[in-house]
């Protein structure tokens, strides 16, 4: 018999102060619907993957949960009480932070520049230099805290590497943790060294039970080392919510590709009652 509750993970998943939740959470671009309806829920100090096609809208959804995008339907939940981002600003005042994909750093703009972007307000005073200074002293620390190597954080980020241009976004989003850190694929472009940092990072962040996080990716082992729990976004919806000992690399990877042969034979059927059958 198959289980009734399709999208409920196991028990002791279900325990545990939920911080943040979505409901019904829709979004298109023209006639392009992305999102028909998710519904997530994240745990305090929890690590939820989220995995699916290229295109199926994992990007979309952590814009709208991190304020960069406005939903057209549904509900954000955090800690118990609806809210409603219109920047990106305002949900880092709910204390909610995240890495790009497409990282968004400003290349023209030094390494301690990008790092502080957007958050020059942390320091008060008048004097422009003495808060130029003390925000490279910082960038100085965190990048070193972090062990992350670049040639100084007064060089202009358009001339570090891509795995350099990553580490300086992972390090942006971990510049002030807040509860819920939304990672879309922080592991893309990354060497073996960084990966590793990255990974101790989420282990540790994890480990103090105050910052919940969804990490995307498209390496399963990757996700499968990182996260507690791991949803599925397909055709718009979650179509399954697992904790990551109830499942395998091999059920997720024969779910992705039952959807895929879904389609070729969803397209062919179509073609065929489109194309003429050519007799021969
Ligand atoms: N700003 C936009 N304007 C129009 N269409 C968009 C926009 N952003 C995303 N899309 C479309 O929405 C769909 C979902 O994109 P999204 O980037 O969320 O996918 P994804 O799941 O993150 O894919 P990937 O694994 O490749 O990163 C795609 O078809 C994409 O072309
Ligand atoms: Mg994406």
Known sequence: ??????????????????????????KRFGAVVVLRGVDIHLKQGEVLGLVGDNGAGKSTFVKILCGFLRPDSGRIILDGKDVEFHSVREARRHGIEALYQDLA??????????????????????????????MRELARQHLHQ???????????????????????AVARATLEVGKVLLLDEPLAAMGAKESALIIDLVHELSASGDTSMIVIDHNYAHLFEL??????LQDGKVTLDKIVRDTSIE????????????????????LKGRVPEVST
């Open 1 to 26: 018999m198959t289980d009734p509750r399709p999208l409920a993970a196991a028990d002791d998943v279900e325990q545990g102060k939920v911080v943040l939740r979505t409901e019904g959470i829709t």
């Open 105 to 134: 750093l400003v290349p023209q703009l030094t390494v301690y520049q990008n790092l502080f972007l957007n958050r020059e307000q942390t320091f008060g005073g008048r004097l422009g230099f003495v808060r130029r200074r003390k």
């Open 146 to 168: 972090m062990n992350v190597n670049v040639p100084s954080v007064e060089a202009e980020v358009e001339q570090l590497s891509g795995g350099q241009r990553q580490a300086i």
């Open 227 to 232: 996260c507690d729990r791991v949803n599925v």
């Open 251 to 270: 059920e997720l990877t024969e779910l992705m590709l039952s959807e895929y042969r879904l389609q070729v034979l969803t397209a062919r059927t179509q």
